[in-house]
């Protein structure tokens, strides 16, 4: 069996996530009590993220597969990047890469056309809802789009790098992007939601009034669970 290479850290709250629940989906799946060999290098989130707005993607590439070289030399035999706004410059790490990488955003356009949805509505950074790189994969599969408006981006945004990636959940907030999320169901008639960033499950999931997979009335694609899913069934296959 492969070792899983994590890189990790980006953010940290989402790496315990990750971790958490590849053992889980891993022992669910077998019955001869084993635990799957995993790797996490956990890097520096705000070296990543600065230089991404900084527009350095050439720097971002170049760090992280550094990083990515790091776990081959560990004896990680297949990879990840345990958050989606990395995903960024993801296309240009694979082709250099020294051991396969699994990616979110595929994972995620794979899961939305197996529930047969057509039009998404994403939150995550500002990096990732402005950037190419969902849009890019999910149109090659004929599904749309949809992003929050400016100032809602910007609230985003900005609980994300300065609340959630902190371990800090608040019940405000919560409130705040499940009234965006419900303005993009009503006004822009999305069937399901993306949560690109692998914090946003971790505020947004636990309603005892909903099923575990719908935030008012959507469908929503927990980008954390559906990679682990991915990663699993690689190391099982």
Known sequence: MKTVGIIGGIGPESTIEYYRLMIASY??????GSYPPIIINSIDMK??????AANELSEVTEYL?????????????VGL?????PHVVFDEIQLRSPIPLL?????????????GLKRLGLFGTRFTMRGH???????????????????????IHDRYMNELV???????????????AVRLKEQDDIDGLILGGTEL?????GDPLLPDDLIEGLPFLDTTRIHVKTVVARLLS
Not at 27 to 32: A, F, L, N
Not at 47 to 52: E, G, P
Not at 142 to 153: K, M, S, Y
């Open 103 to 115: 990616s979110i955003v595929e994972a995620t356009c794979a899961e939305a056309k197996a529930l």
């Open 201 to 205: 499950p971790l505020i947004l999931r």
């Open 81 to 85: 990047l345990a958050a989606n706004t």
């Open 47 to 52: 070296k990543m993220l600065d230089l991404i």
């Open 166 to 180: 902190k371990g800090v959940f608040l019940p405000e907030t919560r409130e705040r992007l499940l009234a965006i």
């Open 27 to 32: 022992r669910e799946q077998t019955s001869d």
């Open 65 to 77: 597969l550094g990083e990515v070289r790091r776990l081959a030399l560990s004896g990680a035999g």
């Open 133 to 155: 790189f969902y849009r890019d994969v999910f149109s090659r599969e004929g599904l749309a789009l949809v992003v929050p408006d400016e100032t809602e981006q910007a609230y």
